[in-house]
């Protein structure tokens, strides 16, 4: 069976196969491409079925292929914490626009999940450091393996706790859950199976992590929040700070910035 054929005949979206086609035969997106003529062998193609398969019972193919592509990198993934997704990247262009690209501060990310915010934010801000917390042991340990797959582990730190570590921090960055507890039954199914809901759930209104958040900032900090896009005003309230709004590449409100 040809590479073409092979896509064609999975009935998955295109996109969806090419994935993981390429992941079974180590190719670039362009290299698959460049190959469609070339024949599977019959071992790659039971691989690729095998994965189809997977796909086809609801399983993401970011968790099928173990990694996911965020700001431009590739994080290691698992069912520890949620996969990254495009909407958040709206927070680390939120930071870009208002600190100077030689910032030499610290973040903190609050509930760092793969560690897509924080090891972003030191890639892109050379001098900086930072620290990020979760209360899952395994998402740790996977921030730490991005960290390290990323070059940036010397300037991340990870630790297993629960919103604000002791030190001093200038900038705090979290995405934090913020699901209405009675909206979660309306998440889609391919997210509610294989990503943790405690990573979703954000109590009866949805603004718990936000309140738990509040009570522990400093006045002199800087905060970066994602949000749903229906909670600006709600948490704005919370803070009881100015806020700049930016939104997503779809138009929607998606993060607060409280200088």
């Known amino acids: 069976m040809k590479v073409s054929q092979a896509i064609a005949n999975s009935k998955l979206d295109r996109l969806d196969a090419r994935v993981l ?65 495009p909407d958040t990247e709206t927070l680390i262009e939120a930071v870009k626009s208002e600190l100077p690209a030689d910032f030499p501060g610290r973040f903190l990310d609050i509930g760092v999940g793969t560690g897509a915010l924080l090891l972003t934010l030191l890639a892109e801000f050379p001098n900086a450091s930072g620290v990020g917390t979760d209360i899952v042991q395994e998402a740790c340990t996977l921030a730490r393996k991005n960290a390290r797959a990323l070059g940036v582990e010397g300037k991340a730190e990870i630790i297993e706790a629960s919103y604000m570590p002791p030190g001093e921090f200038e900038v705090v960055v979290s995405n934090p859950p913020y699901i209405r507890t009675s909206d979660m039954a309306w998440v889609e199914k391919d997210v509610l199976d294989f990503e943790p809901a405690s990573a979703l759930d954000g109590g009866a209104d949805g603004l718990d992590a936000y309140r738990a958040i509040a009570a522990q900032i400093a006045p002199a900090q800087k905060i970066f929040l994602e949000i749903n896009e229906d909670q600006a005003a709600d948490v704005r309230e919370i803070f009881a700070r100015p806020a700049q709004l930016f939104k997503d590449l779809s138009g929607r409100d998606r993060v607060l910035y409280f200088s």
């Open 21 to 85: 086609l390429a992941y079974v035969l180590g190719y670039s997106s362009a290299k698959l491409i460049a190959r469609g003529e070339e024949e599977l062998s019959p071992r790659k193609e039971a691989e690729f079925l095998k994965l189809v398969a997977r796909r086809r019972k609801g399983e993401p193919v970011a968790m099928i292929i173990g990694r996911k592509e965020f700001y431009g990198r590739e994080f290691f993934v698992d069912g520890s914490t949620l996969v990254p997704r």
